[in-house]
């Protein structure tokens, strides 16, 4: 034989089933507005760009405002490695990629027989010279300790800075990707150390000056061209910044690929190169008109 129902066990059950009623309904509601922000593709050419972390994202939604009249649209893939980003272009699984300069790709080419081939420049990143205990590079003294990156690329772009600066030179025939033992004379006997480029700036108090990428700078709350002791004007126009210039790349076979030159014209929009002036500031400098 049944016990009887308890009504207030009754009410409890109720206001349960409404509590359940609305959680539904609420989750149904959150689930249709994400379905309705998804981008609609099926009228569009869908071209596929990887990118080395979300911090361009930014950049390519205006560049999908730009193709919209185009029915193109641009669907990102965010990496982690820019070698396994370089790899997937190169396979053909991404379309284009965003995220390196002439000299990497060169480096890359060369040393991975890649079919990759550079479209359309994006911005350039500079680099600098910083110090918490000098004010120019004329104030370091003999036997200076100088903070660099240790990845083989940026570390050449390095010393090819502290060359500009007339504190060192290298071997010509190493061109823009000279090593340490490239250094044919250092008058100040600099003691230059390879550190990972993220840690540069807070570990500027145990040395005479480092130099980094400006978006660890900025990343420090530094200003990449106000607060260095030294800068390089990131004129595109200069054959000194040429390497380092950032760039649209994507196999050779599709280097004419009329889509992929729409993306390209969709980068080099005023509303592109106003957003990386206002939204950068210095951090990246547009490469083009």
Known sequence: MSKPVNSKNKKVRILSLAV???LVIIVGFFIASGNSKKENTAD??????GLLGSTDVPIWKEVNKELASKHIYVDLKVFSDGEALNQSTNSGQIDINSFQHYAFLNQEIAQKKYKLKAIGNTYIQPLNIYSKKIKSVKDLKEGDKIAIPNNPTNAGRALKVLEKAGLIKTNPAKGYSPTLTDITSNPKKL???????????????DFAAGITNSNYVQANHLNPAKDAIYAIA???????????INILVTKSSEADNATYKEVVKAYHSK???NLIKDKYKGVDVPAFK
């Open 191 to 205: 003691n230059i150390i390879e550190v990972d480029p993220a840690a540069i700036i807070k570990l500027l108090p």
């Open 20 to 22: 359940v009623a609305v």
């Open 234 to 244: 990131p004129d595109v126009n200069d054959s000194y910044n040429q390497p380092w």
């Open 44 to 49: 569009k050419k869908v071209v596929t760009v």
């Open 271 to 273: 509303a592109v190169y």
